[in-house]
């Protein structure tokens, strides 16, 4: 039977513009660290709270707390409280709930609180996480990918090449700052990977990956394309994929990961101002 029907008053505008409760934060410890390269760190993270952490869409993002100068792990972020200075994005690599474990890579970039902790990462080192945010929708009808990044978006590519059906065709184009940054990549899906060294100075960052682009042979007409790399560069380069190779905006997912000159670059840099 059905209940008879009523009125539902309409929330107050206060209620409506409330900001979003945070997660609690979650003390973990590191377990593992693993070399990936001679500029990339796999730091695997476990502890008692991460029961219930899950991270359901590929490229999806957590944050981590790292300690400040002179502490042995960070004070734990009161709910309500301001944000820890030493917050940083990351991609969750791997979650593998049933062992409490999550697995982050870190660049290590040179100084600044992630890549300097990242570097000297022991085991039984705390931070303290949250999350996790939401990731990219993979669309999994589309006959070819193409993956467009910096060794910055290489743990986002690898969960998003992990969720591609076999039928898919991808390709992935990766700008690194050393040949010795290069490794093996793999999907279900058909995969083409092509590696390119970018000069020495940051202030070259994405010009390699412009290049490549332009030499490569055009993407599908209905490509995805997922674009990760230096704010700036992120702007240019889907210039040129909606530009001289007419790929639609709606197509191309953006993201700038990180900025030159900038300390701490916002983790929702979407390019949408361009």
Not at 147 to 156: E, K, N, R, T, V
Not at 245 to 255: H, K, N
């Amino acid at each position: 039977m059905q209940a008879p029907s009523r009125a539902v008053s309409s929330p107050p505008a206060a209620a409506e513009n409330a900001p979003r409760k945070r997660r609690p934060p979650r003390r973990v410890e590191v377990s593992r660290v693993q070399i990936l390269s001679p500029a990339m760190r796999r730091i695997t993270l476990t502890g008692t709270e991460l029961q219930g952490f899950e991270a359901g869409d590929p490229a999806s993002y957590l944050k981590l707390i790292f300690p400040e100068p002179g502490q042995t792990e960070p004070v734990r972020p009161l709910p309500d409280g301001p944000r820890a200075t030493s917050m940083r994005t990351y991609t969750p690599r791997a979650v593998r709930p049933e062992a409490g474990e999550v697995d982050v890579d870190f660049v290590l970039h040179g100084e600044g609180p992630a890549s300097t902790w990242a570097a000297q990462a022991e085991t039984g080192q705390v931070l303290f996480l949250m999350g996790p945010g939401p990731g990219y929708q993979v669309d999994l009808q589309a006959v070819e990918h193409l993956l467009i990044g910096d060794a910055s978006a290489l743990p986002a590519f690898e969960t998003i090449l992990a969720r591609l059906p076999a039928t898919a065709r991808v390709r992935v184009l990766v700008e690194v700052s050393d040949a010795a940054e290069e490794r093996t990549l793999s999907s279900p899906a058909q995969l083409s990977a092509r590696w390119v060294v970018r000069a020495a100075d940051k202030q070259h960052a994405g010009l390699a990956l412009e290049q490549a682009l332009r030499q490569a042979s055009a993407p599908a007409a209905q490509s995805r394309v997922y674009l990760a790399c230096e704010a700036a560069a992120m702007r240019r380069i889907r210039e040129l994929l909606t530009g001289e190779l007419g790929l639609p905006r709606s197509q191309i997912i953006g993201r700038g990961y990180w900025k030159l000159g900038a300390v701490n670059h916002p983790d929702h840099d979407y390019g949408e101002d361009a």
